[in-house]
């Protein structure tokens, strides 16, 4: 198997968060895509207790937008990323956390290879969305995923140098 390394690294450096979007609907076959992406992120213990709920219903959507004040407005969907509590019972619990991100990462590289725009949205009435979406009370919401056709290109922003983040054997950093 030939692993095409510097599309990867493009990939990754040119994904940006995406808070502008196009009137446009996302066709049902690409969002299967990115969540199958999702299921394919490491698992600790492969326990996959993520559990994604797409929502694009606009009656829905503008609801979960109400409840989410850092979700971009014109959004196409939203994928709510939930951690089932009671598979995850015998691990740490910050672990559903760690799991979740891995998703989302690995969503929002494939939403972007597709022409898709995202943004990680964790400012939601965790409360809010629960009621709104029925989820019950083992269903953790941990990161919401806003999703559409990107309106914008942000320049990318500024990294720290890597040295500034980075040791080597032994912690030197600040
Ligand atoms: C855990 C997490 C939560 C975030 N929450 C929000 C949010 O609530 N609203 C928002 O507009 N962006 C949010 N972001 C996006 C960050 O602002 C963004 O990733 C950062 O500025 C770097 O920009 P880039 O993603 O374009 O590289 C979040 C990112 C992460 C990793």
Do not use: F, G
């Given at each position: 198997m030939t692993i095409d390394k510097g599309n990867i690294l493009s990939i990754i450096k040119g994904r940006r968060s995406i808070r502008a979007y196009k009137d446009t609907p996302i066709p049902h076959e690409l969002i299967e895509k990115i969540l199958e992406t999702g299921q394919w992120a490491p698992s600790p213990s492969n326990v996959q207790s993520w559990r994604f709920i797409v929502v694009k219903e606009p009656a829905g959507l503008r609801t979960l937008k109400d409840l989410s004040p850092g979700f971009p407005r014109k959004a196409a969907a939203?994928?709510?990323v939930c951690s089932n509590?009671?598979?995850m019972e015998p691990f740490d619990a910050v672990l559903a956390a760690e799991e979740a991100a891995m998703a989302v990462e690995n969503m929002m590289l494939m939403a972007y290879s597709l022409g898709l725009g995202t943004c990680p949205v964790v400012s939601f009435s965790r409360a809010g969305i629960s009621a709104l979406l029925e989820i019950p009370d083992h269903i953790l919401p941990i990161i919401l995923v806003a999703l559409g056709s990107p309106d914008e290109r942000p320049?990318?922003?500024?990294r720290k140098p890597l040295l500034q983040v980075t040791s080597w054997e032994k912690y030197n950093g600040q």
């Open positions: 939203a994928i709510v509590t009671r598979e320049a990318p922003p500024s």
